[in-house]
């Protein structure tokens, strides 16, 4: 199983600043199997970002994710008040074997 | 626009079943595989299973391999989850996911989640 590492744990950043978040799974993973979401208290995951660094439609281009084989970063460039959440990064290269990062919580200063 | 609405809050005592269902609307159900996920209090999200909605061919993770049968009602558009002989650790809120095909790829749709209390 690929165990998926996120780092840091909590961020605590003010709006406007610029926030890096990491993933770096256990062993290396294709480029176009990684995922990042983002989840609000008492909602579901909503998907942002595939194949690594694809926003789906209607996320706006303040996130953005690179990265390659075992060192994969979600940057959001200017952080809104709605961006405060956790975010989750996920692995589909073991499909049917999807695993989760433990996640990223992004709070404010 | 695709919908996926799950079946409402479970409380039940350790050792029993719970079954948790997810309509789905507003995309054709057999064109889209579907996946159950549980969110256990302060752990990260888990994949249990996934299902081939058009055939019925089913994978389950082996943490719940004896436990989990995922099923569907290609009729009534609709997913289910049962998970048997519960215990407290199985508390969480638990989702329904799919995305469009049956090619490789994360989960863009999700339920809003069923919270299921495991408790004596």
């Known amino acids: 199983e690929i165990v998926l590492t996120q780092s840091p744990g909590t961020l605590s950043l003010s709006p406007g600043e610029r926030a890096t978040l990491s993933c770096r799974p256990s062993q290396t993973i294709s480029t176009y199997h990684l995922a990042w979401y983002q989840q609000k208290p008492g909602q579901p995951p909503r998907l942002l970002i595939f194949g690594s660094s694809t926003r789906l439609a209607g996320i706006p281009d303040r996130f953005s994710g690179s990265g390659s084989g075992t060192d994969f970063t979600l940057t959001i460039s200017r952080l809104e008040p709605e961006d405060f959440a956790v975010y989750y990064c996920q692995q589909y290269d073991q499909s049917p074997l999807y695993t989760f990062g433990q996640g990223t919580k992004l709070e404010i200063k | ?120």
Do not use: H
């Open chain 2, 1 to 120: 626009q695709v919908q996926l609405v799950q079946s409402g809050a479970e409380v039940k005592k350790p050792g029993a079943s719970v079954k948790v269902s997810c309509k789905a609307s507003g995309y054709t159900f057999t064109n889209f595989p579907m996946f159950w996920v549980r969110q256990a209090p302060g752990q990260r999200l888990e994949w249990m299973g996934s299902i081939n909605t058009a055939n019925g061919d089913t994978q389950y993770s082996q943490k719940f391999q004896d436990r989990i049968t995922i099923t569907r009602d290609t009729s009534a558009n609709t997913l289910y989850i049962e998970l048997s002989s519960l215990r407290s650790e199985d508390s969480g809120v638990y989702f329904c996911a799919s995305r469009p095909g049956y090619n490789i790829g994360p989960f863009d749709y999700w339920g809003q989640g069923t919270p299921v209390t495991v408790s004596s």
